[in-house]
């Protein structure tokens, strides 16, 4: 009977707390409503009670008018800071925006706007993920941003999880809180093999994107004098003669696009082929090479450049073997 009673009584008080508990979607704005907001006495809250009370005791007992003043001074003043602390995180507004991917084993970042509905500055606001350090600002009139940082245990789509946001302005003795929860999600890529297995090149016979990039190591021809060319490129010979004035071109030798490909990884499971793709595109990035990745179901054709290189970590990151 009492084990019953009990379940029923924390089932109660989940569906009480889902009912209070903000809740938005990536870009949405959450707004702390009253109803939302929670307060209880902190331990420095319940000692200043027990003074309080105490010198009731003494006022009432040595009918002392003085000790009378004092105390309902001081009970005026709790109620008052009561008031504030709830009125500190109430309407405030909150909302998700772009993060930090990261590699397992990392910490994510996780960015939060905050700002004041109302126009009142916010005081001493703290924010505690459920896994990760907490996180201190000021809220001006204008807002603020701040980051969330939490540890990513496996690749994918990791979600914030509930925070809770809590205060305890102004004098510590309340301490007031709300929880939120944000369905907003940052990757966790797969953390790079250690080096070993060579980058993988392009089979002998296939064509490459082209043989040269723009630089100045390498005659590649002459075009049409444009203006804004460099006067140390102009063909200064073809000028005298009485040609039209034309502009040298130079290039750079470019290393050939390779594919990265899920069954060219020498290692035997799929969570090691990821992390052994995830240094190979690491490496070609560093190497500034082209590079496409190929896998079971995907294809991202080559380019380079930091763009293409969160595609390419973000397919390793979302990738399940089809079934």
């Not at 763009?307 to 390419?312: L, T, V």
Request: glycine share 10%; charged share 25%; net charge positive.
């Amino acid at each position: 009977m009492i084990r019953r009673l009990t379940g029923a009584l924390r089932r109660r008080a989940r569906a009480l707390l889902r009912r209070r508990t903000g809740r938005a979607a990536g870009g949405d704005w959450i707004e702390l409503r009253a109803r939302r907001i929670f307060i209880l006495p902190t331990r420095a809250g319940w000692a200043f009670a027990a003074l309080v009370l105490i010198l009731l005791l003494g006022a009432v007992n040595y009918d002392n008018n003085l000790i009378f003043g004092l105390c309902f001074l001081l009970t005026a003043l709790g109620l008052v800071a009561m008031l504030h602390a709830h009125r500190n995180l109430a309407h405030l507004q909150l909302r998700a925006g772009q993060g930090r991917p990261g590699f397992v084993g990392d910490r994510l970042g996780y960015r939060l706007w905050l700002r004041p509905g109302d126009g009142r500055p916010r005081y001493a606001v703290e924010l505690r993920p459920a896994a990760g350090p907490a996180a201190l600002t000021h809220v001006g009139r204008t807002g603020t941003d701040l980051w969330l940082y939490r540890a990513s245990k496996r690749r994918g789509r990791q979600r914030l999880g509930p925070v809770t946001l809590g205060s305890c302005f102004p004098l510590g003795l309340f301490y007031a809180w709300s929880y939120l929860e944000f369905t907003h999600s940052e990757l966790a890529y797969p953390a790079p093999a250690p080096p070993g297995a060579p980058l993988p090149d392009r089979a002998q016979g296939e064509l490459f994107r082209g043989d040269l990039d723009p630089g100045n190591e390498d005659f590649r021809g002459l075009r049409n004098y444009r203006p804004g060319d460099s006067l140390r490129h102009v063909h200064w010979k073809a000028v005298a003669r009485g040609q039209a004035p034309l502009t040298k071109e130079f290039g750079a030798a470019r290393a050939p696009d390779c594919w990265i490909d899920f069954n060219a990884a020498p290692e035997p499971d799929t969570e090691a082929r990821l992390r052994r793709l995830s240094r190979w595109v690491l490496e070609a990035e560093r190497a500034r090479r082209g590079y496409g990745l190929r896998l079971p179901g995907l294809e991202v054709p080559p380019a380079r450049g930091t763009g293409h290189r969160a595609r390419c970590l973000a397919a390793l990151a979302t990738f399940s073997v089809p079934t």
